[in-house]
């Protein structure tokens, strides 16, 4: 089975962009067309953090503000505020926390691979009175 990837960027509300690998298929299933409003998925575990740009592999990097630590015994999640109310947690390790000298206020980058977002077609809420054709005015 060879299905055709394809490769989307989303802006965000932010002002920053996303690039997702899907498939055509799931483009032409869910009718996405330029300009369609989609949300984005991406597991805390699949994000990395770097506080200094470098060369990457990963086509996805956002950046931001750190906005929270919660700190688990071996283990932290680091919400990252990207602007305009949007943000991700990142999943790391305390000893990266630490390399990476993470505050509350500090700058950072999360990097993630086009493969490890998936996107979801927002669905238009549905009419809430009883039409009696294909649409309701």
Not at 54 to 60: D, E, I, K, P, Y
Not at 112 to 118: D, R
Request: contains cysteine; glycine residues 4%.
């Amino acid at each position: 089975y060879n299905e055709e990837n394809v490769e989307v960027d989303v802006k965000l509300d932010c002002s920053q962009s996303v690039t997702i690998s899907t498939t055509k298929t799931f483009i032409e299933y869910h009718h996405l067309k330029i300009n369609s409003r989609v949300e984005i998925l991406v597991e805390s575990n699949d994000i990395i953090l770097m506080n200094k740009d470098v060369a990457s592999s990963a086509r996805n990097s956002l950046k931001g503000k750190v906005a929270d630590i919660k700190e688990t015994p071996g283990n932290a999640i680091i919400t990252l505020d990207i602007g305009q109310g949007l943000s991700l947690k990142a999943h790391i390790t305390t000893a990266s926390l630490r390399k990476l000298s993470l505050k509350v206020g500090v700058k950072a980058t999360a990097l993630f691979k086009a493969f490890n977002a998936t996107l979801f077609p927002v669905k238009p809420k549905l009419c809430n009175r009883i039409c009696h054709s294909s649409t309701c005015a």
